[in-house]
């Protein structure tokens, strides 16, 4: 192609405007690309299209009689793919009034108009674009205030103390089980997430005083959104590196229908990272692929369908060193085999009722499934059986949402999520080194859950939000329930400074395996957590924002969470409580009478993208505290007390926008979490790790420091662009500790470290 045709390269920039509550289109709305002085009126479905748009950074602006305008700033045009938008519009209360609304950036506000405190939209371009996020909404969260990592061999994370198994994963509406590789029973996270970036639209992170519609959950939820596929043109994209392949294509069904598919699939192995000789937990054999998909189904009278899911099969193997001379520590003693498969499948119905009601329905099929199977080599040539576990949830899922505009100043939303959870866990364990494995699980049953929720929001102006509703929590095993209140207000005091609050009572039921768990009694077994109540936590929330500058915001968050109801164990002298697990289940009998308490202060700056130049940094302050059986307030394994998180990057960019260089930095700098002091003298004269129950949580590992650094290159050739992309994690080789335990092989306390450089090399091509 001829230079001064290439130095003119452009692509269609198109989308469609919807009203924000009841997402129905908008017919003639004004939308501009300031930029290139040109401008187009949505037609009868709220569709618009520019053609011929040079790639690039844009702008975009639209307006709408009787709707707050909106500008969507930094949109990027790429030579390999079209841009398609889906831009939603706020009711504008005062239209009558003729009062002046300046148009507002729509950048990191909530999709969900509902949530009105420590909440805030994250888009796939983040995931992309963060340093060492490797496409993961998990690790791409750890830059935001309040969220830190539980350790770098997983995507695990820690909400303002909270356990990282007290968060929800939603995906169009409806829950879904935890979609990670390497997910344990019981936990929110895993080795790295099942869902492609490609997949993802813009969607929701919530840190605390969920909106009434979220439940069974004490931390965090993701509400995540997927992206329609092109329904005009055929897509594809491609990906090659060091964590494996990944192909995405979408396109039209036919040029005479709306409709459209997106599908992803991905094959990895971590096996190239250890032959590179590089440190990888325990010297692992990891693979793990996963296959993920949207179909848009747009009818003329009937509504909207869609049809979507995901699916991934994961393994990690663990061999024993068989040379006995070689045995250095007692992890070269053991060998363990863990697998693990989690999938979704479901569709949606969406349809309007009239001109101000809509009604969105759900139906999915879910299961989980893992199992680890740990082997120990007592001699060279005798091995036992120390652990097998097999775990497997199913579960259908209902769940119908009706959107009600009331009127200008009142809307309603109302719900009801209906489960159906059959469950089949095994677990056989041994609690000591020495001991015969005893069966601590057995159990084939199922069970039931009703959530049904009520929200209003009445906007006293266009300055004054207030929200309120109740959320409901049922389960059927044991006949528990919760009621839940929530209430939330923002005040927009000018165009520079608003104020928030909130307040929320959130419940969440004990993972499953708990409820079963088996201890001998008079030689008999007995299930001691059958009757278990739910977890519950009051969150309160104060919050203030100021736009310092175009595009610089800064944000101040102060927090307080009051746990009560909290699974101890029953015996007074213990200290254990189920605030301090990650994932898993414990098999000793519990009682609901442990508390905890979360507090502290959050501050980020934030620089949005502009100019291709963007920074974000994040400041918790915060105390995590909870009192077991014995009534002694310790610290949590979790209170690290203090995180501050800075992420920026710059795209230098040619002039004829034919490539760029991208350089995109991350620097975590946060307290040491806590851990239990080792009593050595016990542990060498029992051969097994005897802590100092006493002082639970007294011990504090190291601050942990780590940078990250991700360098790419992009170029945009007629057609097609491709990206060259290199994430070097923890690039200074920082041996952060993970824990200390004592070593029976050695006969001393030894640490254990987390994990050190690791470079992930990429190579994306976009047709």
């Known amino acids: 192609m001829p230079a ?112 009105l405190v420590s909440a805030r939209a994250f888009s796939v371009e983040e995931t992309q674009r963060y340093a060492a996020a490797v496409n993961d909404p998990l690790r791409m969260s750890t830059s935001f205030a309040g ?39 019981g936990g ?66 036919s040029k005479n229908y709306k409709g459209s598919y997106l599908v992803n699939y991905r094959y990895s192995t971590l096996g190239l990272l250890i032959k590179m000789g590089l440190d990888m937990p325990g010297g692992a054999t990891t693979n793990f692929q996963d296959l993920s998909y949207n179909v848009y189904l747009p009818t003329k009278k009937a509504g909207t369908f869609t049809l979507f899911g995901f699916g991934g099969l994961s393994d990690q193997k663990f061999n024993p060193e068989k040379d006995v001379t070689k045995w250095e520590e007692e992890i070269d003693r053991k060998s363990g085999v863990f697998k693990g498969n989690t999938g979704a499948a479901g569709f949606t119905h969406s349809i309007r009722l009239g001109g101000n009601s809509s009604l969105k329905s759900a139906l999915v099929f879910s299961g989980q499934e893992n199992g680890y199977n740990e082997k120990y080599l007592e001699q060279q040539d005798s091995i036992v059986n120390t652990f097998n576990a097999g775990y497997l949830t199913k579960k259908i899922t209902l769940s119908t949402t009706l959107n009600q505009q009331v009127s200008r100043r009142h809307s309603l939303r109302a719900g009801i999520i209906l489960n159906q959870i059959n469950f089949r866990y095994e677990q056989k364990s041994r609690d000591q080194p020495g001991e015969e494995a005893e069966q601590k699980l057995d159990i084939r049953d199922n069970t039931q859950t009703v959530q049904a929720f009520t929200q209003w929001s009445f906007k006293a102006g266009n300055r004054l939000n207030i929200t309120g509703g109740l959320h409901f929590l049922y389960l059927n095993l044991n006949k528990s329930a919760a009621l839940e209140p929530r209430a939330a207000i923002k005040w927009d005091a000018n165009n520079r400074n608003s104020f928030s609050a909130g307040y929320g009572l959130h419940s969440q039921i004990q993972p499953m395996g708990v409820y079963f768990a088996r201890t001998p009694q008079n030689g008999n077994w007995t299930e001691p957590n059958r009757k278990l109540g739910m977890t519950r936590s009051h969150h309160f929330v104060l919050a203030w924002n100021r736009q310092l500058a175009k595009g610089l915001k ?7 969470q009051h746990l009560l109801n909290v699974p101890v164990s029953i015996y007074d002298t213990s200290s254990y409580s189920s605030i301090n697990m ?71 960019v ?48 190291p601050g942990y420091f780590r940078t990250d650094l991700r360098l790419s290159l992009k170029m945009n050739k007629p057609g097609y662009t491709s990206t060259f992309s290199l994430d070097i994690q923890n690039l200074t080789n920082r041996k952060n500790v993970y824990d200390y335990f004592f070593d029976r092989h050695k006969g001393e306390v030894v640490t254990y470290y987390q994990t050190g450089i690791i470079p992930v090399f990429n190579y994306k091509i976009e047709f």
């Not at 909106?211 to 997927?226: P, T």
């Not at 800064?554 to 307080?560: C, D, N, P, S, V």
């Not at 542990?683 to 007294?698: L, P």
């Open 554 to 560: 800064l944000k101040t968050e102060l927090y307080y």
């Open 147 to 185: 969220v830190v990592a539980a350790d770098d061999g997983n995507n695990h994370i820690v909400i303002r103390g909270n356990s990282p198994a007290g968060m929800l994963w939603r995906m169009e509406g409806v829950d879904i089980p935890n979609p990670n590789h390497y997910a344990v029973t």
């Open 654 to 701: 040619h002039h004829s926008n034919k490539r760029s260089i991208g350089i995109n930095i991350k620097t975590v700098y946060a307290g040491g979490y806590r851990t239990t002091p080792i009593d050595l003298q016990a542990s060498i004269n029992e051969g097994y790790t005897k802590y100092v129950e006493s002082k639970a949580y007294s011990g504090r590992i």
């Open 4 to 115: 001064v045709l290439w130095s003119q390269a452009t692509q269609t920039l198109r989308g469609q405007v919807t009203d924000q509550l009841l997402q129905k289109p908008l017919a003639g709305a004004t939308v501009a690309l300031p930029g290139q002085n040109k401008s187009t009126i949505t037609d009868e479905q709220g569709n618009f299209r520019f053609i011929h748009v040079p790639i690039g950074l844009q702008q975009i602006r639209v307006s709408h009689a009787g709707y707050k305008p909106a500008q969507l700033d930094n949109i990027t045009l790429i030579s390999g793919k079209e841009q398609v938008l889906n831009i939603s519009l706020e009711l504008d209360v005062q239209v009558q009034e003729e009062v002046v609304v300046k148009a507002r950036g729509v950048r990191n506000r909530p999709l969900n108009e509902l949530s």
């Open 188 to 253: 929110s996270g895993g080795g790295i997430s099942i869902l492609s970036s490609q997949l993802l639209a813009n969607s929701d992170f919530v840190t605390g005083a969920f909106a009434a519609e979220y439940g069974n959950a004490l931390s965090g939820v993701f509400d995540l959104r997927l992206r329609k596929g092109n329904n005009e043109k055929r897509e594809y994209a491609f990906q090659a590196g060091v964590l494996g392949l990944n192909l995405a294509a979408e396109g039209p069904f």
């Open 582 to 652: 990650i994932a898993g289940f414990m098999t000793e009998a519990l009682e609901n009478k442990g508390k905890g308490k979360n507090y502290g202060l959050e501050i980020s700056l934030e620089k949005q993208l502009r100019n291709y130049f963007y920074f974000l940094l994040s400041n918790s302050l915060y105390q995590s505290k909870y009192t077991g059986a014995d009534g002694i307030e310790r610290n949590t394994r979790f209170n690290g007390n203090f995180a501050n998180t800075f992420t920026a990057g710059k795209e230098f």
